[in-house]
């Protein structure tokens, strides 16, 4: 069964503190891993598709990395408004996507 | 605003009651994907419509069903409700059947069945 688990739950940061959000997926096989973000009461936002190991994609303070078994959201230097849920998709060939449960993420000024 | 509409907003209702939620997709997309949002399952694929058919369905309930219309907007029809589908609906569109480049999602409706 295609599954996708996120880690850390929950992840509180100092403004400027680096750190890393981690999705690992078992999937039979994959056509894309997306990563996108959630504000309370809103519809998630795309931000990233990687489709293959080795790939890494950025915009602005974060950058996404694919391994053959999980993805890392690495975020530098966050901001308060970067605090939000971040939430990995697993797209796996014929089906529709399968998301993890989330990291919610808090940056504190 | 991301281009997907979703009405109404809120909505509250009673247990054994029958509600739609309706989805306008983006401007020129021709899928409409239907997720839902509770706090202990995260988002869980409901059903996927194409140009108006059905494509794919995924944990949709009997009780649940959607149609897309010839103006591709979409409704997503819940009957005999129960506390338990108190949730965040969420439609979606794509440009294409598969999404390969991710969906745009709407702002979602809240469900409340008390």
């Known amino acids: 069964e295609d599954q996708v688990t996120q880690s850390p739950e929950a992840l509180r940061l100092q403004e400027g503190e680096s750190s890393s959000l981690n999705c690992s997926y078992t999937?039979?096989?994959?056509?894309?891993l997306f990563w996108y973000r959630q504000d309370p009461g809103k519809g998630p936002e795309f931000l990233f598709t990687?489709?293959?190991a080795g790939e890494e994609k950025e915009k602005e303070r974060l950058k996404a990395t694919l391994t053959k078994k999980e993805s890392f959201l690495h975020i530098t230097a966050p901001k308060p408004e970067d605090s939000a849920t971040y939430l990995c998709?697993?797209?796996?060939?014929?089906?529709?996507?399968?998301f993890g449960p989330g990291t919610r993420l808090s940056v504190l000024p | 605003d991301s281009g997907v509409t979703q009405t109404p907003k809120h909505l509250i209702t009673a247990t054994g009651q029958r509600v739609t939620l309706r989805c306008s997709p983006r401007?020129?997309?021709?899928?409409v994907y239907w997720y839902q949002q509770s706090l202990d399952q995260g988002l869980q694929f409901l059903i996927q419509?194409?140009?108006?058919?059905?494509?794919a369905k995924g944990n949709i309930l009997e009780r649940f069903s959607a149609q897309q219309f010839p103006d591709l907007h979409s409704e997503l029809n819940l009957s005999s409700l129960e506390l338990g589908d108190s949730a965040l609906y969420f439609c979606?569109?794509?440009?294409?059947?598969?999404?390969?480049?991710?969906?745009?999602f709407g702002s979602g409706t809240r469900l409340t069945v008390v």
């Open positions: 979606a569109s794509s440009v294409a059947d598969n999404a390969n480049y991710g969906y745009t």
């Open positions: 999937v039979s096989g994959l056509r894309g």
């Open positions: 990687l489709y293959s």
């Open positions: 998709a697993v797209r796996p060939y014929g089906q529709n996507f399968v």
């Open positions: 401007s020129g997309d021709l899928s």
């Open positions: 419509y194409y140009n108006g058919e059905e494509r």
